[in-house]
Nanobody
């Protein structure tokens, strides 16, 4: 059974930081490309950042220079370090796992991030 479990969300003031984690089980983690998506109320889900099995990273323009995605294959975990948070970063953040050979996509249940003073 595939499970992606996100954690680390919460309420933070503008300018603050959070680190999200996504622990994967039931998949051969190291072969999967991992991504963080977010969905704000009334908006479509959008890609925030991704990291391939070869550790190539990609970021949405809105988070470049503020967010960093990383992975620890020994722990089957992908992280999203979020700095200089803005109110417009408020959303539910979802973890995604997929490969380019047709495995997945798999999704986590999401974790709420709220940036507000």
């Amino acid at each position: 059974q595939v499970q992606l479990v996100e954690s680390g969300g919460g309420l933070v003031q503008p300018g603050g930081s959070l680190r999200l984690s996504c622990a994967a089980s039931g998949i051969g983690f190291r072969i999967y490309d991992m991504g963080w998506y977010r969905q704000a109320p009334g908006k479509q889900r959008e890609l925030v950042a991704s990291i391939t099995s070869g550790r190539y990273t990609n970021y949405a323009d809105s988070v470049k220079g503020r967010f960093t995605i990383s992975r620890d294959n020994a722990k089957n975990t992908v992280y999203l370090q979020m700095n200089s948070l803005k109110p417009e970063d408020t959303a539910v953040y979802y973890c995604n796992a997929q490969t380019n050979v047709g495995l997945g996509p798999y999704w986590g249940q999401g974790t709420q991030v709220t940036v507000s003073s």
